[in-house]
């Protein structure tokens, strides 16, 4: 299977205020992208397609429309911020750093951390190779600790912004258990455990991050994929 996790995109997102002009020398890319917000759903973001400025509509629930772009890389999103003289002002929030050899992404939006509203991360997983394993569960682990789970008997260990694929073992009614517990010093807390229905040719994306109230808890998003079909939004769990 072939999952690209770009974990450099953690490095970007520095705010500015200015345009970046591109150069005869950067490279011109042509992608298509849907967004997800880990938090809240954002409205007043925007990105410029060429001469065209479009604006996003990411949800925190589900998968944005596609959206389509040709430009050099990063691909920048703002906002448009109001000026005292009745102007507006482009404010970089967030970059999204391309490769050359994927074409379409998942675009993860995250609060940075210690900053205001004004300045977001932006983690594009490129999803060129979705389709190509079923019954199967990928997991990315954005706490920083280290998780151990076991899915219906499949065990595992992943470090802090690591990911791996873990067989989908179903019992004979279509349901996974799934349990994960962070890792401190050796020592395993549980953390998550739940039970899943699968649907037969499924693979799912499971996203882990840390919880709100403290590091014993974690919030869970999953993203499904079926055959032949696009990519939908399971849920959230804490």
Known sequence: MKITFIL????????????????????E??????????TNTLRDLFYRDGDEETQLFIPDRGLSRVYKYTGPSPLRIFRNDPLPDGSEQETQVAVVPLRPEESSYIVLMFQAPGEEGSVLKALPIADSGFRSEEDQ????????SDLAGDFGGARFRLPSLGFRAVPAR?????SLRAQLATEVDGDLQPVYSTTWTLRDGLQLFVFVSSGESNDK???????????EESISFDGMNN
């Open 8 to 27: 450099f995109a953690f490095l970007l997102s520095i705010p500015a205020a200015r345009s970046q002009q591109p150069t005869q020398m950067e490279q």
């Open 29 to 38: 890319f042509s992608i298509e992208f849907r967004a997800l917000s880990w």
């Open 137 to 144: 569960v990928v997991v990315f682990n954005f706490t920083q």
């Open 170 to 174: 179903k019992d004979e009614r279509g």
């Open 217 to 227: 808890t974690v919030k869970v998003k999953r993203i499904s994929v079926l055959p």
